[in-house]
């Protein structure tokens, strides 16, 4: 089981990134956040979010990710793969690998990574979302799996 204070650190310093991915400042946020969306976080706050030594409840979550224009969900997937914690029977795919291969038979996926998480780099597919990706891309289901990790090795 992960340790509450290794997932909050993890869940901030992936905020962190992703605000200053953007060259977004601590004030910079807390200002657009007390502007647009009323929300009382000041950047001390912010920042010992991000060292994780705070929680932070969903709503801040949420409105922290809409300040930086990013999905909640991805920020989450991107924290699970970094503690190594996603479903044991999930198929690991590099998102931006998968954008980027030259394999003709997983270019019906190319355009639904771009679209699904355009952000993410890699989504855990749980093993029922595989027989639908494969008719579309006209495989078995094993044959897609193994054509995704192939692409994905580090995952």
Known sequence: MIEERRFRQA????????????ALTRPGMTKWLSGQVHADLSHRT???????DREISVYRLWIMCRALAIDPGDVLADVITTLGIAPPDAVPVDLRALRATRDRALAPLQAWAACAAPRARVLHLPPDALPPLAVVCGLSADALAHLLKQISPGE
Do not use: T
């Not at 869940?11 to 953007?22: I, V």
């Open 11 to 22: 869940l901030g310093a992936e905020l962190q990134r992703r605000r200053e991915d953007q």
């Open 46 to 52: 912010l920042e010992s979010v991000e060292r994780g």
